[in-house]
């Protein structure tokens, strides 16, 4: 839906962000939401179907800024080692999952809970982006000869993004480990051992 001509759905959209903010993600409901809006629960489902749905909107402009980041990040180290700008990538993308954790979790319950929907994520614009930037990378070291050979490229970047679950991020917090340190367990644990005497990956706050 185009909410930049629907003025209910973007007033919906401002709510749900200021009551998430005050409240926190999972303390607030779809009722909470459309009370809040001054609407009817019926207004409130025709847009927006579920929680998982509404906090993809939400996160809309929060993504929008990290991909614009990491984008540009991306092309002004681009004559660093690939195995560097990997890991630079997965470390934004880790602080990125680390902060907005509990909007996550609710689109992700929303995607599981309706199989028939299961491929949604896969084809929505956050995986999308994130896919095609890390599977690029990593055919690029494939090219230059960098990575180890029986590694292929799509299905290493699907298992690395899959493992930024916020049951995961949440439970690093909690252990009281460091977004750096976390940072730095990637990229000697999933990122390094790809590449073929890959240099070390360097990680900044360390």
């Keep these: 839906m185009n909410f930049e001509t629907d003025v209910v759905g973007r007033d919906i959209i401002e709510k749900a962000r200021q009551l998430f903010n005050e409240h926190g993600v999972e303390a607030v ?3 909470q939401i459309a009370k809040g809006a001054g609407i009817g629960q019926g207004t409130l489902y025709r847009r927006f179907p579920n929680k998982g749905t509404l ?3 939400v996160l809309h402009t929060q993504f929008e800024q990290f991909k614009a980041i990491t984008t540009q990040e991306l092309i002004e180290n681009a004559a660093q080692p690939v195995v560097r700008r990997l890991s630079a990538f997965i470390r934004s993308l880790l602080f990125f999952a680390l902060e907005l954790r509990e909007y996550i979790r609710p689109i992700l319950s929303a995607i599981c809970a309706d199989e028939k929907n299961i491929q949604g994520w896969f084809q929505a614009e956050p995986y999308a982006f994130m896919h095609a930037t890390v599977s690029k990378l990593l055919e690029e070291a494939a090219a230059a ?3 180890r050979p ?3 490229p799509t299905i290493a970047a699907s ?3 899959s493992s930024f ?3 995961l991020m949440a439970h690093f917090k909690e ?4 977004k750096e340190f976390i940072s730095e367990q990637y990229s000697v644990t999933f990122i390094e051992p790809l590449f073929i005497e890959a240099p070390k990956a360097e990680n900044d706050g360390n």
Excluded: T
């Excluded at 252990?175 to 460091?178: K, N």
């Design 159 to 161: 298992l690395l993004i």
């Design 145 to 147: 000869g960098q990575l």
């Design 150 to 152: 029986q590694i292929l």
């Design 55 to 57: 906090c993809v909107c």
């Design 29 to 31: 409901n779809m009722h």
């Design 175 to 178: 252990q009281g480990y460091s």
């Design 165 to 167: 679950s916020p049951e």
